[in-house]
Each structure stands twice: as structure tokens, then as C-alpha cells.
């Protein structure tokens, strides 16, 4: 990374990233630091389905900020645990005074098919993603809430993690697709309800090359040759969410963003399509054949993407 400088965007902001020790949320914290952020670098350092804590991964990314001229501390407490996520915060206020920022990146796989979807792999995917995702934003939010009732308004931002999966579906990811598309649902409900106290929330569905990502999809996540664009590297995702969490970002809130090499798109979910209207009880049979119609005239559904 390069050394921040006064007139970075996210100068004098701090910002907080669960499972920045690799991938996309250490390229996010590095990116974050670069434009000026003091960044509280959080990751348990667990294997790629949650086994085997270690403090490493956060630590490593913690010196290289600091070798670049940023500051930055690690954090190590499990984030879907409320004492986890509850020191996540206080760690940003010990260490230094504020919290403007909150990316909720940490997660895991345990891929099945759905007959083959055992009770504890869906429990714990929904856990790291879903429950993970909720406690950060609740201690993060309740703070930020005390602080307008205080008179200091903050100007704050949250941007959560969903995936194509959770939009579109994914074979074999009825756990991960299920949570990421819960994270939406939380996404629009936390954005509506946080406005009035300075707070912005919004979510991404990266799609890049991480742990979870270039096993399941070697070819497609394959580095380039030398001087090529590397279309899948993880820091190709992090503009998007350093401008979503700084200031600049001034009335952008309950918003989706895919964002993919060099593409942004923004996500416009759910919409109402055709619609048919008898005006009183349909039949069964009739029901069909509206049905059938309806569809006629809508749009295709989209396919299905991979884990992201």
C-alpha cells in the first residue's frame, strides 16, 4: 500500500473490518489505510470452513499498515458472539476515540448439496455470515445512536458483504446463499431505520479470487500472465468499498453493489413485474393460466452464480 496523505478520502475516519487477515477484507483494510483510515483489523485466522483459530493473518496485516505509515491495530474476538463483536467496537474507541466505519467481510464455506446439508454446517455458515454480520452492525449502531442523542451526529457507514449467491442463487450453497441473502434483508432494514442518527449502510456482492472462491472455481479465478489485468484480484473490489465507507459517500444508503474487475453494478432487487388483476377469487385453473401469461411477459430469471 501506498502512505496515506492529508487530503486522503478517509482522512482522520476509522474504520473496523471483520475478516481482514486475507482476501478481500485485508485488501479492503489496506485500502481503507491507504486513503488515510486508522483500521481495526479483525480476523479469528480460522481455516476456510471456521476450524483452527490462529492470531496470525491479523497481526500480518497490521504490521504491513504500519510499515506503510498507517495505523492500525489487531482484533481477535469472534464477532458472532456478542461479547466478540461488542469488544470489536470498544477496540476502535480504546485505541483510537471513534468509529466512523464498519465493513462486515468475515465468513466461511461448508458446501453441500441440499440432501447432503448437515444441520451443524448450515448453523455455523449462518452463524459467521448471518448472526456475525448482525451483532457488528447492532454494537456499532447502538454507539452511533447514543452519539446523536448526545448532539455529536456521526457521519457513518456500514457496508456488509452479500454475494451473487445470496441474489441469485448457487448450487450447492443453500447455507452460504440463504445468509448472504439474509444480509440484504438486513441491509435495507438497518438503512432505514439508522438514517436519522448519521448512518449509512450498504451491501456489496464481490465477485474475486479468495480462499473461498479459487478452489471451487480454479479456471475462472486463475491469475493472469505477467502484465495482464487481474481481473479477480481482491483489490479490485476495495475502491468501491472505501468510497462507500468515507464521507464522500453522502446519500447513498440501502443500496446493493456488484462489483467485479473493473465493473460496478448496481443491484435493483425485487420489483413488481406483470400483473394480472380479476378483480374477485380466481379458480385454480384460472390462476394457471394467469400464471402462465404472466411469465410470458416477464423477464428471464437470471442464471445462478458461484460463491463470491
Not at 492529508?6 to 478481500?24: E, F, P, Q
Not at 470498544?90 to 485505541?95: E, G, I, N, P, V
Not at 462489483?259 to 425485487?270: K, L, P
Amino acid at each position: 500500500m501506498t502512505p496515506p496523505t492529508a487530503a486522503a478520502l478517509c482522512a482522520g475516519r476509522v474504520a473496523v473490518v471483520t475478516g481482514a487477515g486475507r482476501g478481500l477484507g485485508r485488501a479492503h483494510a489496506l485500502a481503507l489505510a491507504a486513503e488515510g483510515a486508522k483500521v481495526v483489523v479483525n480476523d479469528l485466522g480460522v481455516g476456510l470452513d471456521g476450524s483452527g483459530p490462529g492470531s496470525g493473518p491479523a497481526q500480518e496485516v497490521v504490521k504491513e499498515i504500519r510499515a506503510a505509515g498507517g495505523e492500525a491495530v489487531a482484533h481477535h474476538g469472534d464477532i458472532a458472539t456478542s461479547e466478540g463483536a461488542a469488544s470489536l467496537v470498544a477496540t476502535a474507541l480504546d485505541s483510537f476515540g471513534r468509529l466512523d466505519t464498519l465493513v462486515n467481510n468475515a465468513g466461511f464455506l461448508r458446501d453441500r448439496m441440499l440432501v447432503n446439508l448437515d444441520e451443524d454446517d448450515w448453523d455455523a455458515v449462518m452463524r459467521v455470515h448471518l448472526k456475525g454480520h448482525f451483532l457488528a452492525l447492532r454494537h456499532a449502531a447502538a454507539h452511533w445512536r447514543a452519539e446523536a442523542k448526545a448532539g455529536r451526529t456521526p457521519v457513518a457507514r456500514v457496508v456488509n458483504t452479500s454475494s451473487g449467491a445470496g441474489l441469485l442463487g448457487s448450487v450447492g450453497q443453500g447455507n452460504y446463499a440463504a445468509a448472504k441473502a439474509g444480509i440484504v434483508g438486513l441491509t435495507l432494514v438497518a438503512a432505514a431505520e439508522m438514517g436519522r442518527y448519521g448512518v449509512q449502510i450498504n451491501a456489496i456482492a464481490p465477485a474475486a479470487r479468495t480462499r473461498m472462491t479459487e478452489a471451487t472455481f480454479a479456471e475462472t479465478m486463475a491469475a493472469p500472465g505477467e502484465g495482464a489485468f487481474d481481473a479477480m484480484a481482491p483489490a479490485n473490489v476495495s475502491p468501491l468499498v472505501v468510497w462507500l465507507g468515507s464521507a464522500a459517500s453522502a446519500g447513498v444508503s440501502g443500496r446493493v453493489f456488484e462489483a467485479e474487475a473493473g465493473r460496478i453494478t448496481v443491484m435493483e432487487g425485487w420489483r413488481p413485474g406483470p400483473t394480472a388483476d380479476k378483480g374477485a377469487r380466481w379458480t385454480p385453473a384460472g390462476a394457471g393460466e394467469a400464471v402462465t401469461a404472466l411469465l410470458a411477459a416477464a423477464e428471464p430469471p437470471q442464471p445462478v452464480y458461484g460463491a463470491s
